[in-house]
């Protein structure tokens, strides 16, 4: 978590889980729903605290929560709790998606589209989608 540090990573969580799930036996004491709820809480976790430290740092008295992650109720449940005086706004949950679901499915309709590019060309981060 780092001690004051606003800066996050989760890919360490990820190929933990990764490793830790090859080898995963189901038993009475320790089921994949439970790993799967310790992973979520982990990341919760840290995305709370993350979330208090920017806000004390910049003495914002809201704060907006959006994209695919603002879909977990978990999530919002704890930060509604964590942050006491804050004013949280989340968008509803139609409104709450994933950008690599938007981009797999504007790759889908520029496939069927019938325009079929060469995929040897260099990273433009800026590159419009229109």
Avoid at 1 to 12: A, D, I, N, P
Avoid at 83 to 111: H, Q, V, W
Wanted: charged letters at 20%.
């Amino acid at each position: 978590m780092g001690k004051e540090s606003l800066e996050f990573s989760f890919s360490g969580l990820k190929t933990s889980l990764l490793y830790f799930m090859y080898d995963f036996q189901e038993s009475d004491t320790m089921t994949k729903r439970d790993v799967i709820a310790s992973y979520q809480q982990a990341i919760i976790d840290t995305l709370v605290e993350k979330l208090k430290r920017a806000l004390k740092t910049t003495k914002a008295k809201t704060c907006v929560i959006a994209g695919g992650v603002a879909a977990n109720k978990c999530l919002r449940n704890q930060l509604m709790d964590s942050l006491g005086n804050t004013r949280i706004l989340f968008p509803d949950l139609s409104y709450c998606t994933d950008n690599a679901a938007m981009i797999s499915f504007l790759g889908e309709l520029k496939y069927n589209s019938e325009n079929i590019y060469s995929l040897d060309f260099g990273v433009q981060p800026n590159l419009k989608l229109a």
